[in-house]
């Protein structure tokens, strides 16, 4: 299984970015696919996850309203698009895979089976 994230960049304050993870190797129709996010000196913290069937999605907190996850099944492609961007969204941004079938959305990293390699964003002030 692989997971290849693409996309990141460097942004000024309120632009945006998208962000691509293609999946190869395996189909995730019932698990959820996250995004997950590190900043130098921090813990890697959750971003958003969407059920590849169904399309159940949750954010966190600090991006709800600027970012939209969103699949393309046909592709086996997952997207998060980051609009508004500020610099506290500065981090490597990576891409993961669940393969417990969660009934509900897993925000712990430790519960993703698969990472893609991470794209760097970077918002500029």
């Known amino acids: 299984v692989q997971l290849q994230a693409s996309g990141g960049g460097l942004v000024q304050a309120g632009g945006s970015l998208r962000l691509s993870c293609a999946a190869s190797?395996?189909?995730?129709?019932?698990?959820?696919m996250g995004w997950f996010r590190q900043a130098p000196g921090k813990e890697r913290e959750f971003v958003a996850a969407?059920?590849?069937?169904?399309?159940?999605?949750t954010y966190a907190d600090s991006v709800k309203g600027r970012f939209t996850i969103s699949r393309d099944n046909a592709k086996n492609t997952v997207y998060l698009q980051m609009n508004l961007l500020k610099p506290e969204d500065t981090a490597v941004y990576y891409c993961?895979?669940?393969?417990?079938?969660?009934?509900?959305?897993?925000?712990?990293?430790?519960?993703?089976?698969?990472w893609g390699q991470g794209t760097q964003v970077t918002v500029s002030s």
């Open positions: 190797g395996r189909t995730f129709s019932r698990n959820f």
């Open positions: 993961a895979a669940e393969t417990k079938s969660f009934l509900v959305v897993t925000m712990r990293s430790g519960d993703y089976d698969y």
């Open positions: 969407i059920r590849w069937s169904g399309g159940s999605r």
